[in-house]
């Protein structure tokens, strides 16, 4: 079972729970690395300035440290400049789009549910569709299959939580799929780095 696990794509992604969205908070570290500081230099300001406005140290260094770590798993400085200084629904969406690159359980959920919705035209939705997801995953991979239910329902609502943040859904009872507009810097940094098969969590096509 070890072995199997260490080799899921899906590792890692339990750590959702625990994360979130984290819009104010990728914003601000995107704004820090712009001003030409490095990791730690980037965590040790986050911290003596207190801007995350958490209680403990250590949940500020594990914050600034996955902000960090989907930023750079965008790998294009061009985006992470949009991150810190574009308006809020460019950013929004382009730190959904590092979600994606650093979790393969956001990407294929994006992908697979929300990309197919927008192809076929089906802008039904409802939280059984998140539910259908991640069933699927749990009969397709023993890593997802090993987690609690508990883990599984936090997961369902960190994705539900992220469908809110980023205007596909109105609220956690929607029935009905917002029709998103992709903005200009996602595609075009998409299309040029290659990434074309994520345009459609974002209602384009290649």
């Known amino acids: 079972m070890a072995i199997l696990d260490s080799d899921?794509?899906?590792?890692?992604?339990?750590?959702?729970?625990?994360?979130?969205?984290l819009f104010y908070e990728m914003r601000t570290t995107a704004r820090l690395l712009q001003e030409g500081l490095t990791d730690q230099e980037v965590v040790d300001q986050i911290l003596l300035e207190n801007l995350f406005q958490y209680p403990t140290e250590k949940t500020v260094k594990?914050?600034?440290?996955?902000?960090?770590?989907?930023?750079?798993?965008?790998?294009?400085a061009g985006l992470?400049?949009?991150?810190?200084?574009?308006d809020s629904y460019t950013a929004k969406q382009i730190c959904l789009y590092a979600m994606m690159k650093q979790y393969r359980m956001i990407w294929d959920f994006m992908i697979t549910v929300i990309g197919a919705k927008y192809q076929q035209q089906?802008?039904?939705f409802n939280r059984r569709?998140?539910?259908?997801?991640?069933?699927?995953?749990?009969e397709q991979d023993d890593l997802v299959a090993s987690w609690s239910g508990n883990t599984i329902q936090k997961i369902e609502s960190v994705i539900s939580r992220i469908l809110i943040e980023n205007e596909y859904i109105n609220n956690g009872k929607s029935t009905q799929l917002n029709p998103v507009l992709i903005c200009g810097t996602l595609e075009a940094a998409l299309r040029v780095n290659g990434e074309d098969a994520a345009l459609p969590a974002f209602n384009c096509f290649p």
């Open 8 to 21: 899921s794509p899906y590792k890692g992604s339990g750590q959702l729970t625990r994360e979130q969205f």
């Open 122 to 124: 089906d802008y039904t």
């Open 129 to 138: 569709d998140i539910n259908a997801f991640c069933l699927r995953l749990q």
């Open 80 to 86: 992470i400049e949009a991150v810190a200084t574009q």
């Open 62 to 76: 594990q914050t600034a440290r996955a902000c960090l770590s989907r930023l750079h798993a965008l790998e294009d």
